[in-house]
């Protein structure tokens, strides 16, 4: 691996020594670093009956279970994207409608629905987070990132997560009481979607993550869990994107650069797939 500002050479197989830049590697957090499904699926059931009894559908009340299995493409999106989908979908506005005041009324309602089904949503994720202790990472994540950063952070390659929730309930969750303390020491930065920013496949919490970090997004490798992650990777610039799936039954990669099982893979995928290349 390189630094921008470190070389190092990596001798091959063949005898050819390559050469390459990487800057950083930067995560997404939910369902990459921490196991978040079941909470995360808890809070959604609990703001959406709180919101809407009775769901567009008819159906109620929305369980955690459900989501899992009718909305596994929900997961890893934006709240926006529950709201549209589970209570009602964004008013459509056109050239024709765009002024019309009805049109208008049930734009500016829709966006207040929104703001509703959020609040509800934090709230209820508090609760939960607080009465469990905060959701655990997953078993392969500290050894491997330790060890990534016990022989890389030297040469001057940093680490950064990049996640769709605020940047204050990301920092909060690396320090919950599942998580060991020698966690979040690992990431130089942890950079969340916050307000003005477009959620992923937008690349904007990629690129303000690198920024912070201090380094060129080309030079980066994003690594995350969803299709989502794998869009705003290749919007971003990043040189490489992989997809984690801990699900060995399911092997699409999502748009990734590369399908790895586990965190213990991501040192080979890198040189690999990105120093030989």
Excluded at 20 to 42: K, M, S, V, W
Excluded at 132 to 149: R, W
Excluded at 194 to 218: E, R, W
Aim: net charge negative; hydrophobic share 35%; with cysteine.
């Amino acid at each position: 691996l390189y630094s921008c500002t470190k070389l190092m050479t990596i001798q091959g197989d063949d005898g050819v020594h390559l050469h390459h830049h990487l800057d950083a590697i930067i995560f997404d957090l939910d369902g990459t670093i921490l196991d978040t499904t079941e909470h995360l699926c808890q809070a959604i059931s609990v703001a959406v009956n709180r919101l809407t009894p009775q769901r567009t559908d008819g159906r109620l009340p929305l369980t955690p279970a459900e989501i899992v299995t009718n909305y596994p493409f929900l997961i890893g999106g934006s709240l926006d994207e529950f709201h549209n989908t589970l209570i009602r979908p964004k008013p459509t506005l056109d050239e024709h409608t765009q002024n019309d005041k009805h049109t208008q009324a049930l734009s500016t309602s829709h966006a207040e629905s929104i703001q509703t089904f959020i609040q509800y949503f934090l709230e209820a994720i508090r609760a939960i987070d607080a009465a469990s202790g905060g959701s655990p990472s997953f078993p392969d994540v500290l050894g491997a990132l330790t060890q990534l950063s016990t022989k890389y952070k030297p040469l001057g390659l940093k680490f950064g997560v990049a996640t769709a929730k605020p940047t204050s309930n990301a920092e909060s969750d690396l320090i919950g009481l599942k998580i060991s303390d020698d966690l979040r020491p690992l990431f130089h930065h942890v950079q969340g979607t916050d307000a003005g920013m477009g959620s992923k496949p937008s690349p904007d919490v990629i690129l303000k993550c690198a920024t912070a970090l201090g380094v060129d997004v080309t030079r980066t490798v994003y690594i995350g869990d969803t299709k989502r992650d794998a869009a705003a990777a290749k919007a971003a610039g990043c040189k490489g994107c992989l997809t984690i799936r801990r699900d060995s039954t399911n092997d699409d990669d999502l748009g990734a650069d590369a399908l790895i099982s586990s965190f213990d893979q991501i040192e080979t995928y890198i040189i690999e797939h990105i120093l030989i290349k």
